[in-house]
């Protein structure tokens, strides 16, 4: 990162903290010593920073004691951006509404200022478009001079180990807009990325959904995965397979099928040549059409195949069978986000902060519960 680059954080940092109220006139400021630590940068870095503020007559320098604050700048409210996808979709086909409502819920609250782009559009996530949409929000995003922004990546494709989108998040750390990724990383599971992240335990979730299905007796289950390779579906595969091992059960690669789960003829395809006794689906919306294609073919469900899945979007209560399900805690999800950023705000010298909620097991007939 260039020189300029880095000042550049340390300056919009302590220019948020008068304007917030962190410092006040006549305190001094942490040291340049202090903040290089803090920032991971030089001390001539800090000092080019400072003196921006001096120059704006709002920090005055001291022989030997470091720097006070002499005067306040107007205050304003903190400003963040929120890229988050699928908002276009129906309520029944996306649960990320929810997790967006928390969010600007809880910065009305705060008298923040909170703006929302999907540059999703529905369209395939291979779309070449996808990212210059994206690159357009960012480019907007930075000539507002956000606080910061909490951004849901792109899907990580087959023949990438990281989301296109992370330029995009390397874009905003450059210019000192702090970055909390919400739902997935942008390097593939199991490694992370510096960025903090907010979502579910997903290894967890995959677990304990194939637990459940092992506990009602099955002993071949397959997961049905979309083709890309996002961190999120990875993760549930790799609880999935750590279950099967639990159980005495070697994982076997055949049993797991990325594919388009939308396409009829793939999905009847894998159900009459494997055969499994029950079929993980990376979330509700792909089971729900599982469900319709097995029924459709004579396959009864529960009796000759059962179905779990992740999310616990509207319409899992009311498919032709009740789908048993993990659910995602989203409102809770945008609170820890939300949170995740204002923490950031105040201590950019912290860790990387990768912060998993517990889902909740749902179940429903569609695992052969008996539960109607």
Sequence with gaps: MRTAKKANR???YLLRGLETGRYRVGERIPTERELAEQFKVTRPTVAGAIEHLVRMKLI????????????????KPLAFGVIILDQARRPEESIFSIMAQEIKRRAVAEHSIVIFRDPSRLEDPNDPDLFVRYRAVTDEFIRQRLDGVLLMPQLILPNQYVSTTTGIAEKFNEVGIPVI??????????????????????????FTLARHFLKSGCRKIDFFAITTRHPTQEARIAGYMKALEDQGIRPDDRGIHYGN???DD???EVLRRRRPEAALVVNDFQAASIMRVALQ???KVPENLRIGSFDDLPIACHLPVPLTTVRQPVAGMGVCA????????????????HIELKGELIVRASSGSGVK
Excluded at 190 to 199: E, K
Excluded at 338 to 353: E, V
């Design 10 to 12: 340390v300056y919009a």
């Design 60 to 75: 005055r320098r001291l022989s030997r004691t470091g720097s006070m604050v002499i005067n306040i700048p107007p205050s």
């Design 181 to 206: 990724l919400m739902d997935g990383d942008v390097v593939r599971y199991p490694d992370r990325s510096h960025f903090d992240l907010v979502g579910i335990d997903n290894f967890y979730s995959g």
């Design 261 to 263: 789960l939308l396409d």
């Design 266 to 268: 793939f999905v009847l």
């Design 297 to 299: 073919a004579g396959i």
């Design 338 to 353: 939300y949170r995740a950023m204002r923490q950031r705000i105040d201590n950019p010298g912290l860790p990387p902060i």
